[in-house]
C-alpha cells in the first residue's frame, strides 16, 4: 500500500450505531487530519494530530471521536450520528503540522446516515 | 478570522477553452501560505500549488498559472486550453494561524 488508505469507502449506519472509520498513511509522516466534506460547503477541518497528539479540535460534537495510537494511524469513532452527519470523512497526513506543509490525501469515507 | 472563498461554485467550459477559478482570502496574520487541491472523482485532493504570502511572483506550470495579488487578497488559478482530464473539484486553502478551505469550484470539461 502506498499514499494515504481509508476504510471502509461507503458507510450506512443507523443513528444508534457505533462505527469506526480507519485511515493509515505509509508515507513516514508525524501529522494526521480529519476533514469533512459536505456538499456545497467548505472542507471543514474536524481534528489534527501532530505527533500522536490532539493539536485541533474544532468545535467537533462528541459523537465524533478520534484516536491516533500511533503515526501511522488515525480513527474517528462514531456513535450516536444524526442524518446532517451525512459526509465525505477524509484523512490527510504531513510531515509535521506546520503552517505551509504540503498535505496527502486519502479517497475518504462517504458515510450515510439513517 | 480566516476565511478562503470560492465565489464560483460551477463552471462549465468546452475543451480547449481557458478558465480561470477565483480565490479570496481573508486574514490577519503577516505570514501565511496559500494552495490550491484538485479532487478528481475519485475522492483524494491531490496538491497542486503552494504560495507563501512574501512571495507574489505568479507561477506556471504547464497549462496551469497562478496569480497572487495581496492587494486584492487573491489566488486565481488559470487553466489553459483545458482538457476534459481537468473536469475535477478545485479547492483553494489558506494556512496560517489556523487552515482553512473554501467551498470548492466544480469544474467542468466537455469535449
Known amino acids: 500500500e502506498t499514499g494515504v488508505t481509508q476504510t471502509p469507502r461507503h458507510l450506512v449506519m443507523g443513528m444508534t450505531n457505533k462505527k469506526s472509520l480507519k485511515c493509515e498513511q505509509h508515507?513516514?509522516?508525524?501529522?494526521m487530519y480529519w476533514y469533512k466534506q459536505s456538499a456545497k460547503k467548505p472542507l471543514e477541518l474536524m481534528f489534527v494530530y501532530n505527533f500522536k497528539e490532539q493539536t485541533e479540535n474544532n468545535s467537533v460534537p462528541s459523537r465524533f471521536s478520534p484516536e491516533c495510537p500511533n503515526s501511522s494511524h488515525l480513527f474517528l469513532h462514531l456513535h450516536t450520528l444524526q442524518p446532517e452527519d451525512s459526509a465525505l470523512y477524509l484523512c490527510a497526513s504531513s510531515q509535521v503540522r506546520a503552517p505551509g506543509g504540503e498535505q496527502f490525501f486519502g479517497p475518504g469515507t462517504r458515510l450515510t446516515v439513517l | 478570522a480566516q476565511k478562503v472563498t470560492q465565489a464560483q461554485t460551477e463552471i462549465s467550459v468546452v475543451e480547449k477553452e481557458d478558465v480561470t477559478l477565483d480565490c479570496v482570502y481573508e486574514t490577519r496574520d503577516t505570514t501565511y501560505y496559500l494552495f490550491w487541491y484538485k479532487q478528481p472523482p475519485s475522492g483524494e485532493l491531490v496538491f497542486l500549488i503552494r504560495?507563501?504570502?512574501?512571495?507574489?511572483q505568479n507561477e506556471i506550470s504547464g497549462r496551469y498559472s497562478w496569480n497572487f495579488q495581496k492587494s486584492t487578497s487573491s489566488f486565481n488559478f488559470t487553466i489553459t486550453a483545458s482538457q476534459v482530464v481537468d473536469s475535477a473539484v478545485y479547492f483553494c486553502a489558506l494556512d496560517g494561524n489556523k487552515l482553512v478551505f473554501g467551498a470548492g469550484t466544480i469544474l467542468r470539461v466537455k469535449s
Open positions: 504560495r507563501n504570502s512574501f512571495d507574489e
Open positions: 508515507l513516514g509522516h508525524n501529522a
